[in-house]
């Protein structure tokens, strides 16, 4: 089982990023999909997670984030728009056998490698 984080990158504030997350190995579908960060120094930390009953998103980047799902790919975005030199961090995404929407990190079963984002200002 395999989740595979890509499209990070080197931004100005206020730019967009597109993550995408491909599991592979097994289908997804029946599980809650979700995205962490970590910046350098600091704690990993919750930023959203999609399940089948809904979303759910950390107060810092709800109304600039958007986690979305193809069940048919077996993949998960998440576009990150109006992005902060605070969003910098190395991005996860992580499955978790849960029928709602999670948010803490010990729930999630699977792990993708992390992929890293920048935000200049």
């Known amino acids: 089982v395999q989740l595979q984080a890509s499209g990070g990158g080197l931004v100005q504030a206020r730019g967009s990023l597109r993550l995408s997350c491909a599991a592979s190995?097994?289908?997804?579908?029946?599980?809650?999909m979700g995205w962490f960060r970590q910046a350098p120094g600091k704690e990993r930390d919750f930023v959203s997670a999609?399940?089948?009953?809904?979303?759910v998103y950390a107060d810092s980047v709800k109304g600039r984030f958007t986690v979305s799902r193809d069940s048919a790919k077996n993949t998960v975005f998440l576009q990150m728009n109006s992005l902060k030199p605070e969003d910098t961090a190395v991005y996860y995404c992580?499955?978790?056998?849960?029928?709602?929407?999670?948010?803490?990190?010990?729930?999630?079963?699977?792990w993708g490698q992390g992929t890293q984002v920048t935000v200049s200002s």
């Open positions: 190995g097994r289908t997804f579908s029946g599980y809650t």
């Open positions: 992580a499955a978790a056998l849960a029928a709602q929407a999670t948010r803490l990190a010990a729930d999630y079963n699977y």
């Open positions: 999609i399940s089948w009953s809904g979303v």
